[in-house]
């Protein structure tokens, strides 16, 4: 299996631009997690979806994120308009069900300017 | 709510010398505990991880992490480091739809 398979590695962008991560789970996994990582905050848990429905969108920062799981094999992470203090590395994970260990992406390192 | 704590900011071991990171975590109930290590650029990988049973647990790489409950804690051990084991350690608890990191261990490994 190829894991957990983000796009694009690396993304730069000017303030106000529209970003967009994306992320393919591994096949059979229910369940997808969208995590950010900064120095200051450590690792945080975004949203999480099962079987495709979002079920816990708490941890996303404000309305200026949005994530969608259109079908079991692609998620997507916008952010619009970007800031340069989304600056971070963003990681997809996924797990077979919900309360089993999370196989993480290599993650989508984001520089807002 | 569910915490988690590594007190070692940094450590350095020398090559071939025995490794022991802690974690303790804070959890209203039986935790889900793991240990995952990330490499520069990379994603986290997870080494092992503690549901229930034998609270001994033998992870990937030669790692092992033992889960004390009356001490909160969930050490990873591994009895002879290699330069290659240089990493971030993060220890985490929780559900993976709940879970929470430590704030890392940064190893670095002398030759």
């Known amino acids: 299996d190829a894991g957990v398979i983000q796009s694009p590695r690396h993304e730069v962008t000017e303030m106000g631009q529209e970003v967009t991560l994306r992320c393919k789970p591994i096949s059979g996994h229910n369940s997808l997690f969208w995590y950010r990582q900064t120095m200051m905050r450590g690792l945080e848990l975004l949203i999480y979806?099962?079987?495709?429905?979002?079920?816990?969108d708490s941890g996303m920062p404000e309305d200026r994120f949005s994530a969608k799981m259109p079908n079991a094999s692609f998620s997507t992470l916008k952010i619009q308009p970007s800031e340069p203090r989304d600056s971070a590395v963003y990681f997809c994970?996924?797990?077979?069900?919900?309360?089993?260990?999370?196989?993480f992406g290599q993650g989508t390192r984001l520089t807002v300017v | 709510a569910q915490s988690v704590t590594q007190p070692d900011i940094h450590i350095t071991v020398s090559e071939g010398a025995s490794l022991e990171l802690r974690c303790n975590y804070s959890y209203g109930a039986t935790p889900y505990l793991f240990w995952y290590v990330q490499s520069p650029g990379q994603g986290l990988q997870l080494l092992l991880k503690y549901f229930s049973g034998d609270t001994l647990v033998q992870g990937i790489k030669g790692f092992e992490a033992e889960f004390k409950r009356s001490q909160s804690s969930f050490n990873l051990r591994k009895p002879s480091v290699h330069w290659s084991d240089a990493a971030e350690y993060f220890c985490?608890?929780?559900?993976?739809?709940?879970?929470?990191f430590g704030t890392g261990t940064r190893l670095q490994v002398t030759l």
């Open positions: 985490a608890v929780g559900h993976p739809s709940k879970l929470t």
């Open positions: 994970a996924s797990s077979p069900q919900v309360n089993t260990e999370a196989f």
């Open positions: 979806f099962n079987n495709n429905v979002p079920i816990d």
